[in-house]
């Protein structure tokens, strides 16, 4: 059984590495990001399964990013954004724009995990 | 030396002191050095900074996927990655003997916390005291910089390090805040109790930011039960109280009223509103007389929360004081507040009265129909009674005197209404007239309207027969119209409501559909002739005030006149036999007097009139009534019981309420009040609800004496039954007891043989209880679920409780066993040996071979280490037998080789002895003990070895630490 390929758009390296650590034992395939640019990159080249994304990225914020696979790439992919700004506010937006999940920091990579599984079986 | 120069136009402007060019080259290549200097010092320091952050980075993603390794290894995992597992340890502990590294590691802990929660956080936490990295935090508290102690106890309290609680305590009273407010969030995070210990002991101011940090801190700790935080209500710092009483009012603990009540007369004003607001928040009605007590002395902002308090708790007694405070403050927000809570206790009590437009009543047009020219002759005779209330509403209206407004008839409905309960004084009887007044006022100033109603009377007045002796005329067309009637709705909300009777189309009444015999018969004297009676009736003597509500005039309309305009006989077709029910109401001759102060002297006499005579005569079946008795009889009571209130307000020795609450405050920290000042606030409150009888005062006293014990025996009655019969022991039952008690308190395990002997000698049963209880319990071990007494069921191998080998190997497979066996030989020490020797006992024959084997070449490997020290010790560093730029902490190029150790082979044991030397962290011992309070407080002597600094520097830069521990013993 192939992997699921995650991209994991996170500019906290620390935070990254964690996470990508956990996904990968989880049995994903990750690819990690840490800017706008090197997501954008890497979507114009290939889909992911499933993008893990932070809001605030360099270059290319999590909204940005939602709006991009949505309206440019027409694509449906499950998104789930993870914030240390879990206002109503930003919440509403990602889910406005199209996210299918949203975590707020600090986050639990165990939930991580069962919120990637669920987002997948949706599907 | 001094020469004049010219200017080009040979003018001398300035005569210059020749400068030595020597000096000037001097001076410039001093400061084009000390430029070159200070630049070359910009550029290292920027340089070692620059390297030093790519360094931290570069260190930082090589520790992270250690971290995330360590973080996420679960023990059912596979062969290869516990392996992986055990390799990562022993490089991790190898990268840890450099400070630098312990400080990334630390960051990266740090970090990784804010990010993570749950489980993950939790092996964090676990991780960073695993990795024994809390030592260096242990070290920063020693700091004499104050922001080093700061971070110490920041990292501590953020990586939860439980064992700190004891150190970071003594720096809740630091006279640095920094330190200070850094040990009190720490203190209240480590341990639940720490809240107690932290108000129990700070001695300094706690500011508003910090009490909602601290409430932050413990409102998100798990499980936790809040402390009766009334206990710290009585606490020297203010602040304590007043932190106490936000908690309070925070976890909803209503059960410290009485203080709350005591704190409300505290001299410190935000104590003072803080406990106003548990007050309100609990709804504590028991306060008011307190709260009214001390609103004298409040400031503006605890006088506007007393008047809230106020407004929430109180009832219609408390109008009273209400109505003072609004009439007597010069601050407009009391004063607007004290009308609030006015409205607040009875809605719609005050009106707005502030540019409010006049309003005309709707009322007929009845000129149409009324010849002007009877209205002028009737107006005319009985133009001042007509025009009485109209001038003394504009009179008063112009002097501001509105409270001498006849309200008579309004009063005398409340009366009537049986649900209304009467007034009892003239407080309330003020302030109901004050507010009608303002809308009769406000009413009255409608001349228009006014002039109308003058009409409408006179309209009434001359479809009255001239000659209609006791009988009710019965015009053909009768138009009536009450001007203005009041309702009373409660006893304190008056409202006008503008009712006409009369058809708006000018309908006529007929006898049969309007009915009169209700009325009661009125007559009237001479002098009194034509007069028309008006529902407002003004008040004789405006300053009688106090005019009881009970003495109000009827309302009547006149029948009859011995003179004046004979009205036609045939109009008497009312029989006055069929009203026999009624009073006969006699009107005195100067009835509007009889309200005025001087009633008794100016009543008339009924004696004098003849007419009057005859006719009480002619109705001798009647009752009679004479409305100015019924005033006197009224008035005089009132007077008597405000009279006896009084007295009872004096009494117990002169004392009143509030002369006791001064006695008993308390005196550190409360703000006397003193008597005089009371009994004041008192008069002025003029608040009767406040007087109470002697026992009310007698009881209030024993409970402010804390004398609740002392109860009488009918009070103790009903509790008889519920307290337990006494026990008594003879001398053998209460020395057992007293055994078991001691034995109870200080016995342990060792305890039950003993136990288990008295328990076969012993008889009495309860006793015996007792003991089989105590063995329950001492039979227990300290994890509760292993019994001393019982025997093993199967022997297991006693591992070492603090050895990390030990520790892994509980959980691992037989394989991973012996290649943990084999990273024993590399990174064991002494330590390892007794955990090796209890593996001999082993079942698995092949753990015990090898055992065996690790045993054999570790001890060979520690005797080798115990003499290598001995010869590295005294001998200067370049006699040594080894390289010691081996043992330097970090080195790049050698970090890239990862699992060294690994690739070395087990058997050869001399190839270890430069990995095995300090290898474990120098200071373990002390960090295996916990960190226990004395052992930290005993100063280390570090040995350090292998680092890149001399002894000399190493020995200088440590010597004010080592100073300081002397200094601390």
């Known amino acids: 059984m192939t992997k699921k390929r995650l991209l994991l758009a996170e500019d906290d390296e620390l935070l990254a590495s964690l996470l990508n650590f956990r996904l990968k034992k989880g049995g994903y395939e990750v690819s990690h990001s840490a800017n706008g640019k090197e997501v954008k990159e890497y979507l114009e080249q290939q889909m992911p399964d499933i993008i ?66 669920r987002e997948l079986n949706k599907i | 030396m001094l020469k004049t120069y010219n200017t080009y136009y040979g003018v001398a402007f300035i005569t210059a002191p020749k400068i030595d060019t020597e000096l000037l080259w001097g001076l410039s290549i001093f400061f084009t050095g000390l430029a070159l200097v200070y630049f070359a010092f910009i550029f290292f320091f920027r340089n070692r900074i620059t390297s030093t952050a790519a360094l931290t980075k570069q260190r930082k993603k090589e520790l992270s996927p250690m971290i995330s390794e360590f973080l996420f290894h679960e023990e059912d995992a596979d062969k290869g990655e516990k392996s992986n597992y055990i390799s990562l340890k022993i490089e991790i502990r190898e990268l840890l003997k450099d400070n630098f590294n312990r400080k990334i590691l630390v960051e990266v802990l740090m970090d990784l916390r804010k990010d993570v929660s749950g489980d993950t956080q939790i092996r964090l936490f676990n991780l960073y005291q695993d990795l024994g990295l809390e030592k260096d935090a242990f070290d920063k508290l020693k700091s004499w910089h104050w922001e080093i102690v700061s971070k110490g106890i920041l990292e501590l309290t953020q990586m939860r390090v439980e064992t700190a609680y004891g150190f970071i305590t003594k720096f809740i009273n630091h006279r640095k805040s920094t330190i200070r407010k850094q040990a009190e969030i720490a203190t209240v995070t480590l341990k639940p109790e720490g809240i107690n210990y932290f108000l129990d002991t700070t001695r300094y101011r706690i500011s508003e930011w910090q009490q909602l940090k601290l409430l932050d801190v413990i409102r998100n700790q798990e499980n936790f039960q809040p402390p009766r935080f009334r206990m710290w209500l009585t606490s020297k710092n203010k602040h304590v109280v007043l932190f106490a009483l936000r908690l309070i009012k925070y976890y909803n603990q209503n059960d410290a009223n009485t203080s709350l009540i005591e704190l409300v007369k505290h001299k410190d004003n935000q104590i003072r509103n803080e406990a106003i607001g548990c007050i309100k928040e609990f709804y504590v009605v028991e306060s008011i007389p307190t709260l009214k007590a001390v609103f004298k002395k409040c400031n503006t902002d605890s006088k506007i929360a007393v008047l809230g308090a106020i407004a929430d708790l109180g009832s219609i007694e408390d109008i009273g004081f209400l109505k003072t ?74 002097t501001g005197n509105i409270e001498n407004l006849e309200l008579n008839h309004v009063l005398e409905e409340q009366k009537n209404d049986q649900t209304i309960r009467p007034l009892e004084n003239s407080e309330e009887e003020d302030i109901q007239i004050d507010r009608l007044s303002d809308v009769i006022a406000q009413e009255t100033k409608d001349e228009e309207h006014l002039e109308e109603e003058k009409e409408v009377q006179l309209q009434v007045i001359k479809n009255i027969p001239p000659n209609a002796e006791h009988k009710v005329p019965s015009p053909k067309k009768i138009e009536v119209t009450e001007i203005t009637e009041m309702m009373v709705i409660d006893p304190v909300i008056v409202t006008f409501i503008h009712k006409e009777l009369t058809s708006a189309g000018g309908e006529t009444f007929s006898k049969s559909s309007l009915r009169f015999d209700f009325l009661p018969i009125v007559t009237i004297t001479e002098t009194h002739l034509n007069q028309t009676i008006t529902k407002y009736k003004p008040m004789a003597d405006s300053d009688n005030s106090s005019l009881d509500i009970r003495s109000i005039d009827v309302e009547y309309e006149i029948v009859s006149s011995t003179t004046g305009t004979k009205a036609p006989p045939e109009h008497l077709d009312f029989d006055i036999s069929t009203v026999d029910f009624l009073p006969i109401v006699i009107d005195g001759k100067n009835e509007v007097e009889v309200y005025n102060e001087e009633v008794s002297t100016d009543q008339t006499d009924i004696k004098d009139s003849p007419e009057l005579l005859n006719e009480v005569n002619e109705l001798d079946f009647l009752p009679i009534v004479m409305d100015n008795e019924v005033l006197d009889e009224q008035v005089v009571p009132d007077e008597n019981t405000e ?186 020490d002494e330590k390892e040996i007794a955990f090796l020797d209890t593996l001999l006992d082993s079942s698995n024959l092949k753990i015990r071979e090898r055992a065996q084997e690790v045993l054999k070449l570790l001890v060979e490997k520690v005797s080798r280490k115990t003499e290598f020290e001995k010869d590295l010790l005294p001998k200067p560093v370049g006699e040594l037998p080894i390289d010691l730029s081996l043992l330097e902490p970090f080195d790049d190029s050698k970090s890239k080789k990862k699992n060294i150790p690994l ?33 930290l407080d005993i100063e280390v002597e570090v040995t350090e070895v292998g680092l890149d600094e001399s002894s000399f520097f190493t020995s200088i830069r440590d010597l004010p630490r080592k100073l300081i521990g002397k200094l601390n013993g």
Do not use: C
């Open chain 2, 903 to 935: 690739q070395k082979p087990v058997t050869s044991a001399q190839d270890t002895l430069i990995s095995d030397f300090d290898f474990e962290l120098i200071d373990t011992e002390v960090l295996d003990k916990k960190y226990d309070e004395k052992v």
């Open chain 2, 325 to 398: 405070s609004a009439r007597n403050e010069s601050n407009f927000s009391v004063s607007s507040k004290a009308l609030a809570a006015i409205n607040t206790i009875a809605p719609d009590t005050v009106m707005p009265y502030e540019n409010i437009e006049k309003s005309k009543a709707y009322i007929a047009d009845f000129e149409e129909e009324i010849p002007p020219k009877n209205i002028e002759n009737v107006e005319k005779s009985l133009p001042e009674i007509v025009q009485a209330p109209i001038k003394k509403v504009e009179e008063m209206q112009e």
């Open chain 1, 52 to 117: 893990v994304s932070d809001i605030m990225m360099p270059y290319f914020s999590g909204m940005e990013l939602i709006a991009y696979v949505r309206k440019e790439l027409k694509s449906q992919i499950p998104i789930i954004i993870i914030s240390s700004a879990g206002n109503e506010e930003n919440v509403l937006n990602a889910f406005e724009l199209g996210a299918n999940d949203f975590i707020s920091k600090p986050v639990s990579p165990s939930e991580l995990l069962v919120r990637v599984a």
């Open chain 2, 643 to 828: 009279i006896k209130d009084s007295e009872d307000l004096n009494s117990l020795e002169g004392y009143t309420l509030s002369d006791f609450e001064v006695q008993f405050e308390n005196t550190e920290n409360l703000e006397p009040i003193e008597n005089e000042e009371i009994s004041e606030e008192e008069n002025d409150m003029d608040e009767p609800h406040i007087v109470k009888g002697s026992e009310d005062v007698i009881s209030w006293l024993m409970a402010e004496n804390e004398l609740r014990d002392i109860e009488t025996e009918d009070s103790t009655k009903p509790y008889a039954d519920l307290i337990p019969e006494p026990i008594y022991y003879n001398e053998h039952e209460a020395y057992m007891m007293g055994l078991l008690d001691d034995l109870e308190e200080m016995g342990d395990h060792r305890e039950v043989p003993l136990l288990q002997e008295l328990l076969a000698e012993e008889n009495k049963s309860f006793i015996k209880d007792r003991i089989n209880s105590l063995i329950e319990r001492f039979s227990y071990t300290g994890n509760g679920n292993k019994t001393i007494s019982e025997p093993l069921e199967e022997p297991t191998i006693d591992l070492p409780a603090f050895n990390v080998f030990a520790d892994l190997f509980k959980n691992i497979d037989d394989e991973s066993k012996m290649v943990l066996l084999d990273e024993i030989v590399y990174v064991g």
